[in-house]
């Protein structure tokens, strides 16, 4: 696509044609595409409003009924903040009496929108014309919140003290521009020193306006948060997706913290106090010393390095999982019953699967250097129970903890 043709999806014609197209379905949409061409339609229109009706039904996933109105590319959408964690994002800045915010990177617009509903002006700006001009006609119900096309290292912005109500919003691009990969996505980057904006520029951004958040990779290195910030990682319904850094005045918990988000239910957020005293945490020392209870930490946490903020004790340190005499109640863990606890030997464990009528395993590993894939097809067979079984490590060697859901 092009903006002149972003421009009539998001206006007279063209988006009434979107808008009334039947759902989207793969079967019938070469057959629709003939019938809208032999119409006399626009052949370039008709493409790009049944490439648009495909990623609205993708999208309903992530944005459920708002998909409907939007606008997409499909790496935009892939790489788009979720709805329920841009809410998220546009409340610190709300909270912390941040009037306006500059969105360095917008994408297809998740995050402005999301500061539009907050009540917060927006000036967004994204390096693709096509991709900001989707920004900007995703961004029509507001009208204090604009997207436009610019390079965000030219942006021009307040000073410290004229700037006090002005937040900085980056999101910088962690993909190959032109490399996909073979599912046709844009390759991913990882470093800090590859993102753009750069790490340093970002950096820079916040030194200037102090209000400064930017979501970053899941894989952000703890060693690179910057004095006096927070970093949290969120999940959703248990996937890792972001990490964000935040500066001065959004800034709710020094370090690190994670969020675990879920559907009908407030986050639930661990942070270092959470942890206490490191020196206090004994993992396991031997696999007879396994509880009747196994907790699970939200990959958020692990990913945070504060699992330890665990009851118990861990089976390793940083694995996530921990031993317990009782059933963990806080919200960010999961508890299991356990039933057998072995050491990782897959025989054994065949056998005493065998003895139970379980053919099909749930496998689910953290802390041991195996091929999961294998092991889970050297021990499936046409019995017809199934079980949960957890592989971790327990000073230094693999153990297997079959285990049932509470």
Aim: net charge positive; proline share 6%.
């Amino acid at each position: 696509m092009d903006p002149e043709l972003v421009a009539r999806l998001s206006s007279g014609d063209g988006r009434h044609l979107l808008d009334t197209l039947p759902p989207y379905a793969a079967a019938s949409a070469l057959a629709l595409t003939s019938q809208l061409r032999a119409a006399g339609r626009d052949p370039d229109l008709v493409t790009a409003v049944l490439a648009q009706s495909r990623l609205r039904a993708l999208a309903s996933d992530k944005f459920g009924e708002r998909a409907a109105t939007m606008l997409f590319t499909a790496d935009g959408l892939e790489q788009a903040t979720r709805p329920q964690l841009a809410a998220r994002h546009a409340e610190r800045f709300a909270a912390a009496g941040i009037g306006q915010v500059a969105d360095l990177g917008c994408g297809i617009g998740s995050d402005a929108m999301a500061f539009a509903e907050a009540g917060l002006s927006v000036d967004a700006l994204d390096v693709d014309p096509v991709t900001a001009a989707i920004a900007s006609s995703n961004l029509k119900p507001w009208p204090a919140a604009v997207a436009r096309a610019g390079q965000a290292t030219q942006v021009s912005l307040p000073s410290r003290v004229s700037g006090r109500h002005t937040g900085v919003w980056v999101d910088p691009a962690r993909r190959v521009s032109g490399v996909r990969d073979h599912a046709g996505r844009a390759r991913r980057v990882f470093a800090l020193d590859a993102l753009s904006p750069s790490w340093a520029q970002v950096r820079a951004w916040a030194a200037d306006i102090p209000a400064t958040g930017a979501k970053l990779s899941p894989a952000f290195a703890h060693a690179a948060l910057p004095d006096g910030c927070e970093a949290q990682w969120t999940s959703w319904r248990g996937e890792v997706l972001e990490c964000v850094v935040w500066w001065g005045p959004l800034v709710h918990s020094r370090g690190r913290t994670a969020a675990v988000c879920r559907p009908g239910a407030p986050a639930a957020v661990v942070t270092e106090a959470d942890v206490g005293d490191p020196a206090g945490h004994r993992p396991l020392s031997a696999l007879s010393e396994i509880g009747p209870w196994l907790l699970e930490a939200d990959k958020s946490v692990v990913r945070a390095g504060l699992s330890g903020a665990l009851p118990g004790r861990e089976l390793s340190a940083a694995v996530g999982y921990a031993s317990s005499d009782t059933i963990g109640t806080q919200p960010w863990l999961r508890s299991y019953r356990v039933i057998e606890a072995m050491p990782l030997r897959v025989k054994a464990i065949r056998s005493w699967l065998r003895q139970r009528d379980i053919g099909r395993v749930t496998l689910k590993k953290r802390g041991a250097a195996i091929d999961a894939d294998a092991l889970r097809r050297s021990l499936l067979s046409s019995a017809e129970g199934s079980a949960i079984l957890v592989v971790s490590a327990i000073a230094g060697r693999a153990v297997a903890i079959v285990v049932e859901r509470s």
